[in-house]
């Protein structure tokens, strides 16, 4: 495996993360209730669920996903109900003052986790992403270069992306907007979560 490999997979994976999703919209709508360290552990949550992806497409298990419908059928349900649950819970919270909204950083590692866990398009997305952008053969230690480079990117992009938003000009521009963005959002994840649960 060359650097152009690691650097194709790379672009692959930032145009993923900038796609508009769950995972960004709960990542920025995190940091901007919670705040900056909020923010990163969602941030962190995200990454190391999404480098696991990635090391278990590079192991094959997509295939026990091919081979046992049922297990992504559940794990796809499991997601979509997860999804309308935050969904639910960001429209009914949308009036409520900030501090009873704001969650603590541990709290946000495990939604960004969850979130990713409950994703089983991730590790379809990450093989074939894999297949187009690396060689095949990848020896043990190349597997476990890409997963650390997978999570390294992850890390980077929302730890930057909760600092930018934790400044105080973004805070007090959400602040005056908080319900309707909050509604907004919750419709959004709703909707993801509806696709999600009957996209077939």
């Known amino acids: 495996m060359g650097w152009e490999h690691l650097l194709a997979f ?3 994976l930032i ?3 900038l796609s508009p999703g769950p995972a960004f919209l709960v990542a920025v709508r995190t940091t901007l209730v919670s705040g900056r360290r909020a923010g990163v552990a969602l941030g962190a949550g995200l990454g190391v669920m999404a480098a696991g992806w990635t090391l278990a497409a590079l192991l094959g298990l997509e295939l026990i996903f091919t081979l046992f419908p049922w297990a992504y059928l559940a794990v796809k349900i499991a997601g979509g109900l997860y999804l309308a649950w935050i969904a639910w819970r960001l ?9 009873a909204a704001a969650q603590p950083a541990r709290r946000a590692f495990w939604d960004g986790l969850m979130i990713n866990l409950l ?3 991730s ?3 990450a093989a074939a992403v894999l297949v187009v952008a690396l060689p095949p053969d990848l020896s043990p230690a190349e597997k ?5 480079n997978h999570l390294a990117v992850e890390l980077i992009f929302y730890t930057g992306l909760a600092f930018a938003l934790s400044r105080p000009g973004v805070s007090a521009a959400y602040l005056r ?13 709703g909707l993801f979560a509806a696709r999600l649960l009957t996209d077939r």
């Open 119 to 121: 994703n089983p398009k």
């Open 123 to 125: 590790v379809l997305f």
């Open 10 to 12: 790379n672009l692959a």
């Open 177 to 189: 907007a908080k319900a309707v963005i909050d509604r907004v959002a919750g419709a959004v994840l």
């Open 91 to 99: 429209w009914r919270d949308a009036r409520k003052p900030l501090s």
């Open 15 to 17: 145009a993923a993360i």
């Open 144 to 148: 476990a270069l890409i997963t650390a």
